[in-house]
Structures are given as structure tokens and as C-alpha cells.
């Protein structure tokens, strides 16, 4: 699994203009300590996840609205929710 995200960052680092110095992981890997973990090591990131705790769909739905335009990066970085370094 941390492989395939491995691949998907370099995919990444190849074609986006720039990219965090963190990660922000949210679902299921987000409630286990073990894991964020693993993604840290792996990816060389410091790895976050969104306080207080909402699952992928709010990632999905942030990530989504950059994309089209509907809010600006930094509106979806701030305000909406607080992420806590957890790796």
C-alpha cells in the first residue's frame, strides 16, 4: 500500500507545479498511530491529519473545490478545519 503512495508521490512531484512539505491523510489510516507512522517513513513527509476527525469525503469535497475554482487553496488550507502533526 505505502508503495503504490510512494509512486503516486513521485507521479506527483513529476507533474504538479509544486507540492507541501506535509501530507494531510484523512479515513481510516488517520486513526492509527501505527500507520501514519509507516506513511511518514516511507513518503519522507511529516504526515497531519484534520482535527476534529472527518473522513475522506471532506478531503475529497476540499480537493475537489480547488480543482474547479470554487475556493482558493489557502481557504481550503485554513478556517475550515485544523490539522495536527501526527508523524
Given amino acids: 500500500m505505502n508503495v503504490s503512495r510512494e509512486r503516486g508521490l513521485e507521479a506527483a512531484r513529476k507533474g504538479a507545479q509544486s507540492l507541501d512539505d506535509e501530507l ?14 509507516i506513511i511518514a517513513d516511507v513518503t519522507g513527509y511529516p ?13 475529497a469535497a476540499l480537493l475537489a473545490a ?13 478556517g475550515w478545519v485544523t490539522s495536527i502533526e501526527r508523524a
Avoid: Y
Fill in 24 to 37: 494531510i491523510v484523512v479515513g481510516g489510516a488517520a486513526h492509527s498511530d501505527l500507520w501514519m507512522q
Fill in 47 to 59: 504526515v497531519h491529519a484534520i482535527e476534529p476527525e472527518v473522513e475522506a469525503a471532506m478531503g
Fill in 66 to 78: 480547488v480543482g474547479v475554482g470554487m475556493i482558493e487553496r489557502e481557504a481550503a488550507q485554513g
